[in-house]
């Protein structure tokens, strides 16, 4: 179906697949996870038509990289240290 953005989290998600919707203003919203719904409802006004910007780097459970075009070591600017290159 569509590409939308969750507005808490600004993920890019299939409105097919998403994990909750709701409707506020006319306006129906996706959500990735259910933790990203329950956060909208309390207060919409905070998410529904808020700005979205990308962070200066993506961050993983054990990583974090710069994006394309921003200043910095060009590469990865923690790696997992020795001990833990073998665990899954």
């Known amino acids: 179906m569509a590409q939308v953005i969750d507005p808490v989290c600004g993920m890019t998600i299939d409105s097919a697949t998403a994990a909750g919707r709701t409707t506020y203003e006319s306006h129906d919203y996706y959500f990735c996870l259910d933790q990203c719904l329950r956060s909208f409802r309390p207060d919409p006004d905070r998410y529904a038509g808020a700005e979205r910007h990308e962070p200066p780097y993506t961050a993983g459970d ?19 240290p020795p001990e833990r290159h073998d665990r899954p």
């Open 62 to 80: 054990v990583l974090a990289a710069p994006k394309f075009g921003s200043a910095g070591s060009g590469g990865l600017e923690h790696e997992m």
